[in-house]
T-cell receptor, first 112, second 110 residues
Framework: DSGVTQTPKHLITATGQRVTLRCSPR?????VYWYQQSLDQGLQFLIQ???????AKGNILERFSAQQFPDLHSELNLSSLELGDSALYFC???????????FGPGTRLTVT | GQSLEQPSEVTAVEGAIVQINCTYQ??????LSWYQQHDGGAPTFLSY??LDGLEETGRFSSFLSRSDSYGYLLLQELQMKDSASYFC???????????WGAGTKLIIKP
């Protein structure tokens, strides 16, 4: 158990819909990272927050957005969902001055 | 563009030694990390190399050559539980952003 929690574990929704994925980092970790992993693929970095501020952006679509709240939990919002958005979405956290990232169990999103 | 190359699949025998290579081309380089991911699970951190040379942690070792833009993960005394995907990832900036390889699936035969 990494100490990072993600909800929900599974999500099934239809094309065109909007969903919100939630992540609570390890206690004391200031950095949160979001990743997308499609079937049998590597991890695609989406976005990073540090202490509430956006720090880095990867291959994140305009239909996707994220934020980190004052209590350091983070949410990833996915809108106008397409079939190709079906994937595992991982959240990871780190203290911010550390190269080890701790991953949550992931949210498996299925778009039908 | 930025890219990391690693073999898609490696097969080895239980008790043997296996090496998983990673070559990278990135705009910045702070260090090379390795993560393990079992099917359906979350990636877990294995090692991080910022400087050239070999780092050993139990049965696992990781090597880096910055001049060759190359690193490898060495797994010794393979156990069936080591069957998993292994990802190399390069830290490219001061924000600890990682660029990931596509992963190497390690298959271990008894």
């Amino acid at each position: 158990d990494s100490g990072v929690t993600q909800t929900p574990k599974h999500l099934i929704t239809a094309t065109g819909q909007r969903v919100t994925l939630r992540c609570s980092p390890r206690s004391g970790d200031l950095s949160v990272y979001w990743y997308q992993q499609s079937l049998d693929q590597g991890l695609q970095f989406l976005i990073q927050y540090y202490n509430g501020e956006e720090r880095a952006k990867g291959n994140i679509l305009e239909r996707f957005s994220a934020q980190q709240f004052p209590d350091l939990h983070s949410e990833l919002n996915l809108s106008s969902l397409e079939l190709g958005d079906s994937a595992l979405y991982f959240c990871a956290s780190s203290p911010g001055q550390n190269d080890e990232q701790y991953f949550g169990p992931g949210t498996r999103l299925t778009v039908t | 563009g930025q890219s990391l190359e690693q073999p898609s699949e490696v097969t080895a025998v239980e008790g043997a030694i296996v090496q998983i290579n990673c070559t990278y081309q990135t705009s910045g380089f702070y260090g090379l990390s390795w993560y393990q991911q079992h099917d359906g699970g979350a990636p877990t951190f294995l090692s991080y190399n910022a400087l050239d040379g070999l780092e050993e942690t139990g049965r696992f070792s990781s090597f880096l050559s910055r001049s060759d833009s190359y690193g490898y993960l060495l797994l010794q005394e393979l156990q069936m539980k080591d069957s998993a995907s292994y990802f190399c990832a390069v830290r490219v900036d001061s924000n600890y952003q990682l660029i990931w390889g596509a992963g190497t699936k390690l298959i271990i035969k008894p």
